[in-house]
């Protein structure tokens, strides 16, 4: 039976969130499970961007901590890396304390800036990835990743979080490539299928709702959630959040798939195992675009899906307009603009604004198509 162990941890404190990870990894087996005595072991937090550690946008450095003893306690060695949005690991890292538990820890801190090609014969979206170099020197890999919503996928788990193993800019070209939400999710499933993480943990003690992944509210969830199966610990995660797994592209389409049992045939064991929440959803959420046909996918995509607009909070900084994938974006008189027949619904904009200046609106056809299928 596939199994996912959820623990309580009530804040941040570093006692805490250690006894939290030695609650969990015994419900596990222990880290020996997943990890053997030598190994280099790349412990993935979601470090999204240069953001500070109390808007818990990133994984939260005592989770850092906690896990990288837990490595080194059975004689690996941790390395922990990232590849932020828009900015460089480093910067990332230094601004979410991330870098400072590295250093306290001694642990090497990976840069994600070069790159190296993995073949994935067995993808089905995609048969070959250009990640970080660090993937191809490390033999284990840890995913520990944040939970929260997330504009473009609704949420972002353990599977998503891998995303970040790609490097930089070249996230936008996946964008560009598979711009459905179902196509998005497949690749990130084929991701995942060749990264192979072998332990997966979330970080819950303070998620994030609404419009996710940097522009939403913090919510206390006071949880921590991993097993050995990204999938798994993501439909767990999903139900504890408040939505159902097959509302989410990545853990829908890995249940289609089998990659995972449905919420009531995991075993979920530990003392957070009845934790139950109702994280505001992310506007888009509720997107129809994955209800109509294929041949009218363009269409739906741009009527039937929130559209970004930019609001007064624009300080014309053009942070998004460097980030727009189909470079739908330009600064015109001091603020952003966007060109909506180049638009591809992605919300790397909103995702990536410092400002919040970018939110999310119904458009006619969406109002009147949600509340068709609300009467129904
Ligand atoms: S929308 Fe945000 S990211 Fe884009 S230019 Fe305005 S302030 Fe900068
Ligand atoms: S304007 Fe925003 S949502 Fe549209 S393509 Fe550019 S980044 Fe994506």
């Known amino acids: 039976m596939t199994k996912v162990a959820a623990v309580k941890a009530d804040s941040y404190d570093q006692h805490i969130v250690e006894q939290a990870i030695t609650e969990l990894l015994a419900h596990l087996g222990g880290m020996s499970q997943f990890i053997q ?6 412990v993935k937090p979601n470090m999204l961007e240069a953001v ?5 946008v990133t994984t939260d ?36 304390g991330i870098l400072a538990v590295c250093q306290e820890e001694k642990v090497e801190l990976a840069a994600f800036d070069e790159t190296t090609e993995v073949a994935y014969p067995d993808g089905i979206t995609v048969k070959k990835f250009t990640v970080t170099r660090h993937l191809a020197e ?24 891998l995303f970040g193993c790609i490097v930089g800019m070249q996230k936008a070209q996946f964008h560009l490539r598979m711009q459905a939400r179902q196509e998005f999710a497949a690749m ?5 299928n060749c990264v192979k993480p072998v332990l ?35 439909v767990v995660m999903a139900e504890m959040m408040g939505f159902k797994p097959e509302q989410l592209p990545v853990t829908a389409l890995a249940l289609k798939r089998s990659l995972t049992p449905a919420f009531p045939a995991i075993e ?20 129809l675009e994955d209800r109509i046909p294929k041949w009218l996918a363009a ?13 007064a909070s624009c300080v014309g900084c053009g942070r998004c307009v460097k980030h727009c994938p189909p470079q739908a974006m330009d600064i015109v008189s001091g603020q952003a603009a966007i060109d909506y027949t180049k638009c591809i619904r992605c919300y790397c904009c909103q995702e990536l604004c410092p400002y919040d200046a970018v939110q999310l609106h119904d458009g006619l056809l969406l109002q009147m198509a949600k509340q068709i299928t609300r009467l129904r």
């Open 37 to 42: 005595p030598g190994d280099r072991v790349l």
């Open 52 to 56: 500070e550690k109390g808007l818990c």
């Open 61 to 96: 450095p005592e989770v850092v901590r906690a896990v990288i003893r837990a490595v080194r306690q059975v004689g690996a060695i941790p390395v922990v890396g990232d590849s932020p949005g828009t900015t460089s690991t480093v910067k990332a890292a230094e601004k979410c």
């Open 138 to 161: 490390v033999d284990k890999v840890i995913s520990l990743a944040k939970m929260k919503t997330h504009t473009f996928m609704g949420a972002t788990g353990a599977t998503k979080n």
């Open 188 to 192: 990130l499933i084929d991701l995942a």
């Open 200 to 234: 997966s943990i979330i970080d819950g003690v303070i998620g994030m709702e609404g419009n996710g992944p940097r522009n939403g509210k913090p919510i206390k969830a006071g949880v921590i959630l991993g097993g050995a199966n990204c999938y798994a610990v993501d």
């Open 268 to 287: 979920l064991v530990g003392s957070g195992g009845q934790l139950r929440w109702k994280f505001v959803e992310p506007r888009s959420l509720q997107s």
């Open 299 to 311: 269409f739906g995509r741009s009527q039937l899906t929130a559209r970004p607009e930019i609001t």
